[in-house]
């Protein structure tokens, strides 16, 4: 490949690279500049790039070209033209010569697919998250944070206008920071979510709260808890039994009897309640009472309901 000539992945690529890898080369840092500038995307580029990588889903990969005559469509490939003027750090580099979407570049284009909002949110929680899905599909922990919701909505300050953008930035307010699970991120949308678009408006306004004993921490076995889904105002958290990390009943109850010595309350959820119905709506009235809100619904609720469980793949 000659050393002017840049491939760049980007779109459902770039979102399954960064979804099922460590993508240790966040940690570098962005590109300096624009890598667009120069990917004419000769025959001779294209035969040295490995379409076949697993890390980049099935094929066709999409690919980002700036000038909409540089488009092409084939069984390996699927050219996107890009003519927004991007912001500087809107690419990171994998190697010399093969650049990715940033994962706010990805997500803003993202925007322009046929997804729903609630899709588009669970999306971003996912690039957001502590976790990542290997190849296997076992769920390990993030050394370090793709992006967050603060650096996302930063980029769409900056591509006011670009095609997908309006739609990424209505999909943004649901979007939570730090979940640990695909499980943890479906559930958090579905109680957290406002009611007219089917959730409960469940104030919860972290996910994975990181707490500490303190001064009580001489009172207590732990020291250090880890909350599920938090409202750490109200000191209201709700777990998931039935995973890995919580499967001591025992220990289940001796920490969560340490947390109310802490001023918590803390409501645990079997994972299987959030595939049934009616068991969801019971659950979230349960802990709305428990919090002091009230669920109001309103006339189109349920069909909302039901539109939101199936845009989270929750309806078996």
């Not at 890898?21 to 667009?36: A, E, L, Q, R, Y």
């Not at 070209?65 to 994998?94: G, T």
């Not at 919090?291 to 189109?300: D, E, W």
Request: overall charge neutral.
């Amino acid at each position: 490949m000659a050393e002017n000539e840049n491939i760049v992945i980007g779109d459902w690529s770039a979102i399954h690279l960064y979804l099922h890898s460590t993508c240790d080369f966040i940690k570098k840092g962005p590109d300096v500049v624009n890598p667009m500038d120069a990917c004419p995307l000769t025959s001779e580029g294209l035969h040295a790039f490995n379409t076949q990588h697993p890390l980049y889903g099935n094929a066709p990969v999409d690919l980002l070209v700036p000038r909409q005559e540089l488009r092409r469509k084939s069984n390996e490939i699927c050219c996107h033209s890009v003519s927004f003027d991007l912001p500087p750090q809107a690419f990171y580099e994998l190697r010399p010569n093969l650049h990715v979407a940033s994962p706010e570049l990805a997500f803003v284009r993202m925007g322009r697919r046929n997804l729903g909002i609630m899709q588009l949110a669970e999306l971003g929680t996912n690039l957001c998250a502590r976790y990542y899905t290997d190849l296997q599909g076992e769920i390990e922990d993030r050394p370090h944070f793709l992006t967050t919701p603060e650096k996302i909505e930063q980029f769409l300050d900056q591509v006011k206008g670009m095609d997908g953008s309006l739609k990424a930035r209505k999909a943004l307010s649901y979007i939570m920071a730090n979940s640990g699970s695909p499980f943890e991120t479906k559930s958090m949308l579905q109680f957290r979510t406002p009611c007219n678009r089917g959730g409960f408006n469940l104030p919860f306004d972290a996910m994975n709260f990181d707490c500490k004993a303190g001064r009580l921490a001489r009172l207590l076995k732990q020291t250090d808890f880890c909350i599920d889904l938090a409202n750490t105002k109200l000191k209201f958290g709700f777990e998931y039994d039935g995973r890995d990390s919580h499967d001591n009943p025992s220990k289940d109850k001796q920490r969560r009897n340490e947390l109310v010595v802490l001023g918590w309350t803390i409501f645990p959820i079997d994972k299987s309640i959030i595939y049934d119905e009616t068991a969801t709506i019971r659950i979230a009235e349960q802990i709305a009472r428990l919090m002091r809100v009230r669920v109001r619904y309103p006339k189109s609720w349920h069909s909302a309901f039901i539109q939101l469980r199936q845009e989270l793949n929750l309806i078996r």
